[in-house]
Structures are given as C-alpha cells and as structure tokens.
Nanobody, 124 residues
C-alpha cells in the first residue's frame, strides 16, 4: 500500500509563491507516476500537473502552464509543485496522486493513491 503525505500549503498574497511537497512511502516513488490535483469549494477536483517515471515527461493544465512546475526527487521519494505568480483562483485543497500508470493521472484522472490534501489560499 502506498501512502502519500502532502505539505507546504498556506496563505499567500496574489503574485506570491509556494512549494508543495508530497512524500511517498510503501513503494519507491521511482516506480510511480505522480501528480497534483486541486479542488476548490463547490467545484470538482481537477488535474493540475503530472510527472511520469521519466522526469522529462511532464503535463500541465492550461490554467497553470508557465506558472507551476512539477519535479521529483526519487532519492527522497518526493514530488514537488512549485507554484509562482499565484492568483486567487488558485485557491483550493491540493491533493497528491500516484499510480503505476501515467495515464491514470493525465487521462482518466483516477490514480490509485491519494494524499489527504493541503490547503492553499491566495488572497487578492
């Protein structure tokens, strides 16, 4: 069983930055595609970014392209989401997801494993 624990959320002003971290345990992160999703109040959970087993395979939602960067450190079993130029509409609970298959994050958006979420609030 894989456990995912997110951290790094918080309150930030518009234009600011945050870096989220997700640590995986129970299975080497190097064997998992990993990604980030978010859910704002009253809205469905949406895909944000994903990273394949190869760090060269990255995918982003159009709404965050050019502002967010996903990366991984397999030695630390950790995936990161660097969020720059944050906007109030980025306010949401951010969830880490992981699956052996990248398409479960990018296409079906139903990875096998989920973290508990971390709150990101961007004030205007």
């Amino acid at each position: 069983q894989v456990q995912l624990v997110e951290s790094g959320g918080g309150l930030v002003q518009a234009g600011g930055s945050l870096r989220l971290s997700c640590v995986a345990s129970g299975r080497p992160a190097s064997s998992l595609a990993m990604g980030w999703f978010r859910q704002a109040p009253g809205k469905e959970r949406e895909f944000v970014a994903a990273l394949g087993l190869s760090a060269e395979s990255t995918y982003y939602a159009d709404s965050v392209k050019g502002r967010f960067t996903i990366s991984r450190d397999n030695a630390k079993n950790t995936v990161y989401l660097q969020m720059n130029t944050l906007k109030p509409e980025d306010t949401a609970v951010y969830y880490c997801g992981a699956d052996a298959l990248l398409r479960m994050l990018v296409v079906t958006k139903t990875p096998d494993y989920w973290g508990q979420g971390t709150q990101v609030t961007v004030s205007s």
